[in-house]
T-cell receptor
C-alpha cells in the first residue's frame, strides 16, 4: 500500500536556527497536507499543496511540493520556542478516495 | 463555526468494560476519520466513515472495535472488553472532501485510560 515517510524523526535546534522536515511518498500524490501538533494537543491543519512544484509561505514557514508530486518539505526560518511540536505530512493518492496517509511526523524541540 | 467536538475528553475504564467515544464533525462535513495515538508516537489510522457508510476500516482491529456514523447524531467509536493496551489518545477528524478540499480538522481527542 501507499507509504509516506518523514525524516528526520527528531530535530533539536537552537532558537534562531532553521529547521527542515522532509516527506517522501512511494507513489505519486494528488495533494499533500501539513499539520502541527503541539505537546499535549491535537493536530492542526497548516496547509495543503496541490500543484507540481508548488511553493507556499506562511510567515516563517515555507512549504514545497516536488515536481514529481512524490515529495514535500516544510522549512522554518529562524525557529522560535513557539515552533516546538510534531509536524506531520499527509499524502492523498487518489482524488475522491478521501483518505490521506500520514507520515510518522518530525518532532521539533527548540532550545532557547 | 464550531470545530470538531469529541467527548468525553478523558475516560477511565476497568479491564473488561466498554468504552464509547463520540465525535461530532464540523458543520457541513460528512466525512469522519478516527485515529489512535500512543505517547511519543504518530497517528495510526483506524477507520474512515461517511454518513451511514464505512468507507475504509483497514486500520481497525478485527475484534472488539467498531465504529459508526449514523444519519443523525455523532460518530461513535466503540471498544468492547477493553484491555490495558487500549490506553491511548483517540482523535477524530472531519473533512469536507469536496473539490480540492481534503484537509482534516481534528477534535481535541479522548484520552482513554484502562486500569
Amino acid at each position: 500500500g501507499q507509504q509516506v515517510m518523514q525524516i528526520p524523526q527528531y530535530q533539536h535546534v537552537q532558537e534562531g536556527e532553521d529547521f527542515t522536515t522532509y516527506c517522501n511518498s512511494s507513489t505519486t500524490l494528488s495533494n499533500i497536507q501539513w499539520y502541527k501538533q503541539r505537546p499535549g494537543g491535537h493536530p492542526v491543519f497548516l496547509i495543503q499543496l496541490v500543484k507540481s512544484g508548488e511553493v507556499k509561505k506562511q510567515k516563517r514557514l515555507t512549504f514545497q511540493f516536488g515536481e514529481a508530486k512524490k515529495n514535500s518539505s516544510l522549512h522554518i526560518t529562524a525557529t522560535q520556542t513557539t515552533d516546538v511540536g510534531t509536524y506531520f505530512c499527509a499524502g492523498l493518492k487518489v482524488p475522491n478516495a478521501g483518505k490521506s496517509t500520514f507520515g510518522d511526523g518530525t518532532t521539533l524541540t527548540v532550545k532557547p | 463555526n464550531a470545530g470538531v467536538m469529541q467527548n468525553p475528553r478523558h475516560l477511565v475504564r476497568r479491564r473488561g468494560q466498554e468504552a464509547r467515544l463520540r465525535c461530532s464533525p464540523m458543520k457541513g462535513h460528512s466525512h469522519v476519520y478516527w485515529y489512535r495515538q500512543l505517547p511519543e508516537e504518530g497517528l495510526k489510522f483506524m477507520v474512515y466513515l461517511q454518513k451511514e457508510n464505512i468507507i475504509d476500516e483497514s486500520g481497525m482491529p478485527k475484534e472488539r472495535f467498531s465504529a459508526e456514523f449514523p444519519k443523525e447524531g455523532p460518530s461513535i467509536l466503540r471498544i468492547q472488553q477493553v484491555v490495558r493496551g487500549d490506553s491511548a489518545a483517540y482523535f477524530c477528524a472531519s473533512s469536507p472532501v469536496e473539490g480540492v478540499h481534503y484537509e482534516q480538522y481534528f477534535g481535541p481527542g479522548t484520552r482513554l485510560t484502562v486500569t
